[in-house]
């Protein structure tokens, strides 16, 4: 490989200081908890529609809201069944692979004390505001598949 193709490690990754691994070890230990909350609706040994309730929007109007089938999604999404998870509510698998991808950096960061310069970019310029916006377009788009689906089916 030319010299020029070589990853330069030393402007890629940065040391992490140890509030900064303190603050992803308790980020990869949420996101392992909402993954082990998930895991046992999955093998159905908890009745996760037991605590969520059913959807009162769906009650009312015979459609889906925007989140209906996230939990579903999810559950297939924990027991391994990725595409089975994007097909059921897309918004909702497109949630647990940003929860997967951001538990390893966590992971990375708590374990190695090194961080990724680009993530540090990312979030030091992206606001808060973009970040809802991008999720609250995401839910949409989700919204419009499952609403599609359930029109069709009718």
Known sequence: MQKR????????????????R????AVFLVILGVFA???PGA?????LDRWFGPCG???QYQLPCPT??????????????????????????LLCCALAVGAFFAFFCAATGLYFRFLVRIFSEIKIGLL??????????????????????K
């Open 43 to 47: 093998t159905r040994y908890a009745d």
């Open 5 to 20: 193709q070589q990853v330069n490690w030393g402007k890629a990754v940065c040391r992490a200081s140890v509030r900064q």
């Open 132 to 153: 809802i916006l991008i999720a609250a377009i995401i839910i949409a788009a989700g919204w419009m598949v499952t609403l599609a689906r359930a029109l069709a089916a």
């Open 37 to 39: 909350v998930l895991r």
């Open 68 to 93: 209906c089938g996230i939990t579903t999604a999810a559950r297939s999404f924990v027991q391994g069944r990725i595409f089975e998870s994007f097909y059921i509510q897309p918004a909702g698998a």
């Open 22 to 25: 303190l603050v992803a070890a």
């Open 57 to 59: 929007f769906k009650q």
